[in-house]
Structure formats: structure tokens, C-alpha cells
């Protein structure tokens, strides 16, 4: 049964989802993972078989029939949702609220009635089939092989997931998983066996690995609690003035270095960025701290911890802290949040009302004459696109005479990447495609998602036309751009676990009189230390003394290197990466990084354990976090 829903992955999913060139080859080989899976369903199902059999066999017999059939309508459903996301469905899906479920197969047009009768239709005949078809083998051959196997597989096997260190990129060993399996594992892994405390012991310090930054933490009672004592890296590079600047955050969705920047594997997409790299600082070689949009607000604006879902998933239970909102404001700025879409999503509206933020306008604050981006086949759309949404922040600032900091986060890369002048944006693609120096087959696998492409270049023209009207008000020359992606957009297929967080950082403006380019590696949690060290030794902001910051500040050396050790949440539910130094922790194997971002597996079981050892001491007091009420000490 599970080798007839993987010919009909080969046939029907990989072509029409536009799998990269080649994919059908790891189709093939999950074969053999979907038997891996079946012998580890088997060993589990075969416990309440057993139960039910001593009770009335032909029960125990249609308790095998019913979980069959509705394990290959689920294998075929999480095909569906793997083609579409380019990601397989895990326990995320336990950490978002129905309402947002809704609003996101809504807007994105993924799971449609046509294709919900088709997983319906295509998983009954299939099971039917296969329970019609008699099986022409001597029945002791059959147990003799399958109970045997059955028994090593619950003893030893997983669930059919495949490791990424055994194929060519991490994609490929997700097309050759089984999607059932890999759903199952990581709610295995997050819920029966996952510690979210972690552990750690003492261990030999790693002499390679002296060279990281670290916090001197004051208090055990307070875990990430510490002196802010953040050096002012970036104040070389600015003018000095007594006039605060303004701060503007444009946080770009699905924004990865796959497609952004010098270098970038894809090809450039963002030319007008690229131009303004050439007069900002412009950090090569950034990770944002989560894979998807729900960690960006809390780790840029508070460098704080995950929680077990995400800083803003505590709501009403998240303890006392500080952000750059809260503090700025203690130094008489205006603070602002707009977004295209409904700030209630990922919980920005709970997290931005905590830090008592001044204004926050999302869908409800555009103009009738704004238009919003075209509706998905569901009829829903994610709301304003990036020019609608940079159109409606400049009529709304023309009038503030206090220091500002706005933050902006854009929806038009968002999947199902539906902009206003569709067929334009296409067509600029296309030939704009056509100048990159790009091979042959790479150009190929970009027109498979020219719709994601087209996207990208109407951010650009956006952010352009942004930049070119804000250049003629007053407050242009003292005011500082903070430009990054969220997290790549995974629709486009990664090329490992650590480029799913590999996204570009600029900061851009008229006060720069030093530009510079850096290839060390920085995360989302370094930007806030060295914003408030930049504003503090600039610009005479005041700051409090005492810190709950997890970052250490961004790294200005122009070579490559990694002094930070931080953590990693895939989504919501898969908190399983670790950065320590050269080495990358995902999920169960470990990694090195190269100077080009890219990762080879290390057999070191010495070194894996320095890392997980590290991670579980992150875990432990991220868990610890969670359950207090500041994370602060109140005298400082």
C-alpha cells in the first residue's frame, strides 16, 4: 500500500510540485524507507492488536484494516503538504491555534476541496485494492521474515526518516523520508521523549573553542541574567551626533542568502539591496534564530529565549523583560509596528501590547484605495503587499517630531507568493534571469519557481521606491535602516538545515561614513546588543546596567569566523540545532561549517557530545525561564 502511494508521489506530486531535476531518483529510494516505516507502525500497532484479539479477533482484525487505510490517506496528505511547503509537516502543527491553521491553508491555497477528495478517493481505492489482493507466499515464510524483522525495528529502527549526511542535500533526504514517519518521529521526539529542560554536566572545555563570546551570567536564581557590558562595535563605522536617531527595522519575509547578496547559490534577486550593501554594513553570513516568522520579534527586539513554542507563545505567563521598544521609549521615542496582514498571527499583537508599543498597524489600518495582494485559490488572501504596506508607513510617520522606531515586517514573499502585477514581475524575472551568470541548469531550477523569484524583485522595487521617497524628508540624514529576512523561504528547496536560517543583514544609512562587508558568522540574537551599544556610545541614549540579552553582539571581523554559541528552533515544536563555533548540531547529527556556509558531517562522537552538552545547558535554563515572572533582577 505505502509503495503504491510512493509511485503516486513519483508520478503525480514530484512533477506537478516542481521537484528539483533529479528528485525522482530519491522517490525510489524511499522505498525502502516507507518499509522501514511500516515494520515500526507494525510493532507499534501490534501491542493493541494483541489486546483486542483476546477480546474478539475480528475486531482485532478491522483495527488493523481502519489504521491502514487511514495511515495511507495521512501518507498522502503529508505528500501533498510536502510538495506545496517544500518542508514535511511535523509537531509544529500542535503549536498554532485553529484559527491561524485556517488562515494559513486559506491564504495559501494548499489544501483545496479538489485535492482533499483526491487524498480521500486516492487512499480508499488504494487500501481496498490491496486488501482484495490475495498474497501467493507459503504464510510461514511471511511471519518467519516480517515478525523478526518487526521485533528489530521497534528495538533499534526509527520511523523511516532518512539522514541527511547519506545524500546530497538535505531536500533530497526529505523527499526520500517517509512524511508519515517524519510526523510521527517529531512528535516522538518532542513530546514522549523530547526533554525541553535539556541536560548538561560538566565536561572538559574544548581548547579550539576558547575563543567564544559568552556572558558572565551573575545570579543562578536569575539564568540569563547579566551585566550589559556590550562593546560598541559598530561606532567606528557612524557619525557621532547629540540628535537621536531614528531606527527603522524592515524585516523582509522568507528573505534568504540563497538568493540575496554577492554570492548568493541562486543568484541575486534583490539588486536595489545589493546596491545599498555597497554603502552600509552588510553581514554576508547571518542566521535568524528560528525557521519561521514566530521567533523574529522577540529575538531582534529582545534577544530573549524560545519558551517551549516561542517567546510570544507564553502570552499572559511570559515573565518580566526588556526589549529595544521598551527601552527607547524610556528615551522618549515613538514606537510603531506595521504589517500587511493581522497582528494577532504568531502572537505579535500579544507580544508588541506587553512592551506597551505606541501604535501598531496592520490589515485595519490601510486605505480603502489600497489594494491587497491577489486571493489563493481558497479565496483568502495574507493581506497588503510590500508596496501597499511601505506606502501606508510613510503617510503614517509624516507627522511624528520625536525620535522613532518602527519595525515593518513584509507578506509578499510569502507562499503562495500572489503579488499585485503578477504577470509583470514574471516577465522581470525572466529577463532579469537572463543577465545573471548563472549555468544553464541553474537557471532551469529557477524558472520551476519564477513565482517565488517575482516576488523577490517586487520587495526590491518596493524597498527602492521605500528609500527614494524617505530620502526627501528631514529626518532622512539621521535615520538608521536595519534590513533582514525572517528566515529563507523553504518553498525553494534548501540545501541543508543551516540554510534554512541563512538570511542577510544590512544596516543602512546617511550617519554610515565607514561602509564595510563581513563574512563572520552573527545570528538575530547579536543585532539588539549592538544596536543599544551603538545608540549608547553615539548617540548618549541611556540604557539600565543589568541585561537578560542572550546575544553577544555582532561579529565585525571580515574574514571568516564563528565566536557564538546559541540555539535554533526549526518551528514551533523542533527546538534540535545548536551553533557552537565551527560546528553545527541538526536535530541528530553533527556538522562543520565552511567558509561558504555550506555543512559536511563530522564522525566525532567527543566533540558531538561537547555540543549537545552545551545545547542541554541552553535547554535548562530556557526551561527554567519559562517558569519565572522577570527574567530580571528588579534592582537592575
Not at 543585532?527 to 537578560?548: E, H, Q, R, T
Not at 518551528?571 to 565552511?594: P, Q
Request: with cysteine; proline share 4%; aromatic share 16%.
Amino acid at each position: 500500500m505505502l509503495i503504491v502511494v510512493r509511485l503516486i508521489s513519483l508520478a503525480y506530486i514530484t512533477p506537478v510540485f516542481l521537484f528539483p531535476k533529479g528528485s525522482w531518483k530519491y522517490q525510489f529510494l524511499g522505498i525502502g524507507y516507507d518499509v522501514l516505516f511500516w515494520l515500526k507502525f507494525s510493532s507499534i500497532l501490534f501491542f493493541p492488536f494483541v489486546g483486542l484479539y483476546i477480546i474478539r479477533p475480528i475486531i482485532a482484525r478491522w483495527f488493523i484494516i481502519v489504521m491502514s487505510i487511514l495511515i495511507v490517506m495521512i501518507n498522502i496528505g503529508l505528500d501533498f503538504y510536502f510538495g506545496t511547503t517544500k518542508i514535511p509537516l511535523g509537531a509544529d502543527v500542535f503549536g498554532y491555534s485553529m484559527d491561524e491553521i485556517s488562515s494559513t491553508i486559506g491564504s495559501s491555497g494548499n489544501v483545496t476541496p479538489g485535492k482533499l477528495m483526491l487524498i480521500i478517493i486516492l487512499g480508499f481505492v488504494t487500501s481496498v485494492l490491496f486488501f482484495r489482493v490475495q498474497i501467493f507466499i507459503k504464510e510461514t515464510l511471511v511471519f518467519y521474515i516480517y515478525d523478526k524483522l518487526m521485533i528489530v525495528i521497534f528495538c533499534i529502527g526509527g520511523f523511516g526518516v532518512a539522514t541527511s549526511a547519506y545524500f546530497k542535500d538535505t531536500f533530497s533526504a526529505l523527499v526520500a523520508s517517509n512524511k508519515a514517519g517524519y510526523f510521527l518521529e517529531s512528535v516522538q521526539d518532542t513530546y514522549l521523549l523530547g526533554d525541553v529542560g535539556g541536560t548538561y554536566v560538566e565536561m572538559p572545555k574544548s581548547n579550539s573553542m576558547d575563543n567564544l563570546q559568552k556572558h558572565n551570567y551573575l545570579d543562578s536564581s536569575f539564568p540569563f541574567f547579566h551585566k550589559d557590558t556590550f562593546a560598541n562595535v559598530l561606532g567606528d563605522y557612524f557619525q557621532k551626533d547629540q540628535v537621536k536617531p531614528n531606527v527603522v527595522y524592515i524585516v523582509v519575509e522568507g528573505l534568504g542568502r540563497a538568493y540575496s547578496g554577492k554570492g548568493a547559490y541562486l543568484g541575486s534577486f534583490t539588486p536595489f539591496l545589493d546596491s545599498l550593501s555597497n554603502t552600509g554594513l552588510y553581514w554576508e553570513n547571518v542566521l535568524s534564530t528560528t525557521g519561521r516568522t514566530f521567533g523574529v520579534l522577540p529575538t531582534l527586539m529582545g534577544s530573549l529565549p524560545f519558551g517551549e513554542h516561542g517567546f510570544a507563545d507564553l502570552k499572559g505567563k511570559m515573565p518580566n523583560h526588556r526589549t529595544l521598544i521598551t527601552m527607547l521609549q524610556s528615551n522618549g521615542y515613538e514606537s510603531s509596528f506595521y504589517y500587511g496582514g493581522h497582528a494577532h498571527f504568531d502572537d505579535m499583537k500579544t507580544f508588541l501590547d506587553r512592551q506597551k508599543i505606541g501604535h501598531i498597524y496592520d490589515e485595519a489600518s490601510f486605505s480603502k484605495t489600497a489594494i491587497k495582494m491577489p486571493n489563493s485559490s481558497e479565496g483568502e488572501t495574507w493581506g497588503y503587499g510590500d508596496k501597499e504596506l511601505f506606502n501606508n508607513y510613510l503617510i503614517k510617520i509624516k507627522n511624528v517630531n520625536k525620535p522613532r522606531l518602527d519595525v515593518m515586517l513584509t507578506l509578499s514573499t510569502h507562499d503562495p507568493f500572489l503579488i499585485n502585477e503578477q504577470q509583470k514581475y514574471l516577465s522581470k524575472f525572466r529577463n532579469y534571469q537572463q543577465k545573471l551568470k548563472l549555468s544553464k541548469e541553474k537557471k532551469e531550477y529557477n524558472l520551476a519557481y519564477d513565482k517565488s523569484f517575482a516576488s523577490l524583485l517586487y520587495f526590491d522595487d518596493a524597498l527602492k521606491s521605500l528609500i527614494q521617497s524617505y530620502s526627501k524628508r528631514p529626518d532622512f540624514k539621521n535615520t538608521i535602516f536595519i534590513i533582514t529576512g525572517d528566515h529563507r523561504m523553504p518553498e525553494i528547496p534548501i540545501a541543508s538545515q543551516l540554510d534554512r536560517f541563512h538570511v542577510p543583514l544590512l544596516i543602512w544609512s546617511p550617519l554610515i561614513k565607514n561602509p564595510a562587508r563581513f563574512k563572520s558568522i552573527s545570528t538575530h540574537f547579536d543585532v539588539l546588543p549592538s544596536v543599544i551599544a551603538l545608540l549608547k556610545g553615539n548617540y548618549y541614549c541611556n540604557f539600565p546596567i543589568g541585561s537578560s540579552i542572550i546575544g553577544t553582539g555582532l561579529d565585525t571581523e571580515k574574514s571568516f569566523r564563528n565566536v557564538h554559541s546559541y540555539p535554533f528552533m526549526r518551528n514551533k515544536s523542533e527546538f534540535m540545532d545548536y551553533l557552537y563555533g565551527e560546528y553545527f548540531l541538526a536535530g541528530k547529527e553533527l556538522f562543520k561549517i565552511s567558509s561558504t556556509m555550506d555543512i559536511t558531517p563530522v564522525n566525532d562522537r567527543q566533540q558531538k557530545a561537547i555540543v549537545e552538552n552545551q545545547f542541554g545547558l541552553f535547554k535548562q535554563k530556557n526551561k527554567k525561564a519559562m517558569n519565572m515572572k522577570s527574567l530580571l533582577k528588579l534592582s537592575h
